[in-house]
């Protein structure tokens, strides 16, 4: 039978099931639009029903999006204009607190402590999990951000919503049995529709997924993930009727004379960039290191959260808002309602208010997101940006530079300090040029995107937020043959029937062993630790000398292996000590040094080729 027809009829097969079931249960277990899918996926070729499924992910991940926007529109409306709280000490004192031991509470007691969020846990789900994803996140996302966010968290709603269509993407795969290939798509597809809805920028969700979440995955069909990006921000756009998201009006036009300007703002977003993420590790590490609960840490991050947003306003939520009252020369005001207001509108305090809105946005996004609230970096990188471009125009024209392209440096500063945090260039030209109608600005994108992106790398090979993950083998990078190395797990190639001998044998039980044994090398053992080893190939010269069999013993054969496995140790390590040794069998061993088995480098390349097989 023909691949083709074989899978036609497993496709039929599955279809008759799903009738059946649907029948017995009365569509309690086989929903009637499930019975329709399957029935178009015995009917569509394979690469059609792809197509399909891509648009009706997207579609999913675009309505998720609209509804998380809203809800949090109208958590902002409702705090701002319903509750009239008209002491400003209370409000920004208050909400921000809320929203981190809120979203904390909801966590614990109605997701039973499931707080794995962000791009890394998807990562590792791709990696390490054949990108299943829990139903639970196609929900859970959108719950915690919108309480973290809505209520002045200082963080973004990308990540949330890349996450709940990733979560879309993969149950929608998994309901119709579809391959690993072909779920991490759809799960690919689903984040990126996501992306582009919140940004209404279908190129830049096609760039994030294949930068950030399909990194060491091999494809050659991307059609599904464009569709879906393309009807998840076709959605978003017909729902919420946002044309641009960033649209600002006094924008200059590109004058290669400015391009002194852009390289060095580049290097400035490149250094902040890591300044950024530095602190952002510093606060992980702080709560981590806190013997508290997780209500108690919430507590602290949400005091210190509502003292930031008391100091400086517009580290309240996501700051887009502040953004396009930069651009509009609004700065006075912003500043009056600050305490900085007490001090008065002079040239050194909005300088100072505004570096210390860079400095501490660092402090804020990550004490929002350890405390215990949900949410991103990509808002958060994107409002940075803009201050720390807006920082720049006023320093230079303060400094009498005529002509300084103020809303140009805003706009090319929020894509420079995102591909530096996020290690994602591409993602953030695209992006800002879409969200922002700056197609004209191309150039100076890649040029301060690329030089931020550069000065990371080499701060940091791998993005830090990614790198404890990497190391450990639980996501993927870009060396593909590692990759798949790190998806073997050593145990299941350990061969526990091998022969094995007493430290106190005689030549006589040797020779009973080898006998019975299909390996050329047996195991000494003294009390079930390992010894040595004993290779057949040493046997050779006298099994068939019975004079000099009565003068020796088995320690007279036995050697001290070569090299030992640990069985805690990753595959990559093991094909490593197969390379330095030049061997093809070697012992494997726990902590306490008690033997467990051997491994066969054949073992592991017959593993090792099946994987290829099903992930390349």
Known sequence: ????????????????????????????????YEIVFQWLNTKLSHNQFLILSGILVGCSAGLAGVILKSLVHYIHFLITNKVHFTDQILFYGLFPFLGITLTTLIVIYFFKGQDRKGIPA??????????????????????????????????????????????????????????????????????????????????????????????????????????????????????????????????????????????????????YSRYFIVIAQEVEHFFHKLKLSKIQKAIIGGVILSALCLLLPPLFGEGYESIKSFTNGEINHIIEHSFFGYIGYKEWVVVSFLGLVCLLKAVATPVTLYGGGNGGNFAPSLFAGGTLGYL????????????????????????????????APLTAIFLIAESSSGYDLFIPLMIVCVISFLIGKWFSHISPDLKKLADEGKIFTREHDKNL????????????????????????????????????????????????????????P???????????????????????????????????????????????????????????????????????????
């Not at 950030?212 to 009807?231: M, N, Q, R, S, W």
């Not at 400094?399 to 591909?419: E, F, H, K």
């Not at 292996?561 to 726990?590: A, C, G, R, Y």
């Open 122 to 271: 998807i990562l590792y789900e791709i990696a390490r999990n054949s990108s299943f994803v829990s139903s639970v996140k196609m929900y859970s996302q959108i719950v915690q951000s919108a309480v973290t966010v809505g209520l002045g968290g200082s963080a973004g709603l990308e990540s949330p919503i890349a996450v709940t269509g990733a979560a879309i993407g993969s149950n929608f795969a998994q309901t119709y049995k579809l391959s690993y290939k072909d779920r991490t798509l759809l799960l690919a597809a689903g984040a990126s529709a996501g992306i582009a809805a919140a940004f209404n920028a279908p190129i830049a969700g096609v760039m994030f997924a294949f930068e950030i979440l399909l990194t060491g995955v091999v494809f050659t069909d991307f059609i599904p993930l464009v569709v879906a990006a393309v009807c998840g921000s076709l959605l978003s756009r017909i729902i919420l009727n946002e044309k641009v998201l960033f649209k600002f009006n006094a924008r200059h036009d590109f004058n290669y004379h400015n391009i002194p300007y852009y390289l060095i703002l580049g290097l400035i977003c490149g250094l």
């Open 485 to 540: 190395l790190l998806l073997i797990n050593v145990e299941k190639l350990i061969e526990k029937n091998a022969l094995t001998l007493n430290i106190n044998s005689t030549f006589k039980d040797l020779l009973e062993v080898v006998k019975h044994g299909k390996r050329n090398i047996i195991a000494v053992l003294d009390e079930g630790e390992l010894a040595g080893v004993v290779y057949l190939d040493d046997l050779r």
């Open 392 to 423: 720049f125009a006023i320093i230079c024209s303060w400094a009498g530079i005529p002509d300084v392209p103020t809303i140009n440096l805003i706009i090319v500063g929020m894509a420079g300090v995102m591909s530096g945090v996020l290690y």
């Open 542 to 616: 006298i099994l068939f000398n019975s004079e000099f069999q009565a003068e020796t013993d088995i320690h007279t054969f036995m050697k001290i292996p070569v090299q030992v496995i640990n069985n805690h140790e990753d595959m990559v390590s093991v094909i490593n000590k197969f390379d330095e040794t030049s061997t093809w069998v070697l012992p494997v061993i726990d902590d306490q040094n008690q033997f467990l088995g051997f491994i066969s480098k054949s073992a592991a390349l017959n593993k090792y080729r099946q994987l290829l097989k099903e992930y390349s």
């Open 1 to 32: 039978m023909s691949p083709n027809k074989y899978r036609s009829l497993k496709k039929y097969l599955e279809f008759v099931s799903l009738v059946k079931k649907s029948r017995r249960y009365g569509l309690k277990k086989a929903k009637s």
